[in-house]
C-alpha cells in the first residue's frame, strides 16, 4: 500500500462522478455547490494526475472517454466505501 500522498482528492472524484453523470460541467458545479471554473480546475487535476482524458468536451457537450468509463466507475466504488467507512465509524461512537 501507499505510504506516501495520493495525488488527488476524495473531492476530485465526487466532481468527476458528478460530471460523468450529468454529461455538463455548470450542471455538476451545481450540484457539489461550487463555481464551475472550480470543478473544471480539479477535474483536470486529476486528469493530470492520473495521466488520462476521462471527458471529451466541446462547446455543446461532455462525453466520458473509453479510458475514462472504468476510472469513473472505480471512482463510485471508492467514493461508496468512503461513505461506508464514516457510517460505520459513526456507529462506532454510538
Same mark, same amino acid.
Given at each position: 500500500?501507499?505510504?506516501?500522498?495520493?495525488?488527488?482528492?476524495?473531492?476530485?472524484?465526487?466532481?468527476?462522478?458528478?460530471?460523468?453523470?450529468?454529461?455538463?460541467?455548470?450542471?455538476?458545479?451545481?450540484?457539489?455547490?461550487?463555481?464551475?471554473?472550480?470543478?473544471?480546475?480539479?477535474? !483536470?487535476? &486529476?486528469?493530470?494526475?492520473?495521466? =488520462?482524458? %476521462?471527458? /471529451?468536451?466541446?462547446?455543446?457537450?461532455?462525453?466520458? $472517454?473509453? #479510458?475514462? !468509463?472504468? &476510472?469513473?466507475?472505480?471512482?463510485? =466504488?471508492? %467514493?461508496? /466505501?468512503?461513505?461506508?467507512?464514516?457510517?460505520?465509524? $459513526?456507529? #462506532?461512537?454510538?
Amino acid at each position: 500500500m501507499r505510504s506516501g500522498p495520493y495525488p488527488f482528492t476524495l473531492r476530485q472524484l465526487q466532481y468527476v462522478v458528478a460530471v460523468a453523470e450529468l454529461l455538463s460541467f455548470r450542471r455538476a458545479a451545481e450540484r457539489c455547490h461550487v463555481s464551475q471554473p472550480s470543478l473544471s480546475t480539479q477535474v !483536470a487535476q &486529476l486528469e493530470d494526475a492520473l495521466g =488520462v482524458v %476521462l471527458f /471529451e468536451r466541446d462547446q455543446r457537450r461532455v462525453m466520458v $472517454t473509453s #479510458a475514462g !468509463a472504468p &476510472l469513473i466507475e472505480r471512482a463510485k =466504488v471508492i %467514493l461508496r /466505501e468512503s461513505e461506508d467507512l464514516l457510517e460505520r465509524a $459513526t456507529r #462506532a461512537m454510538d
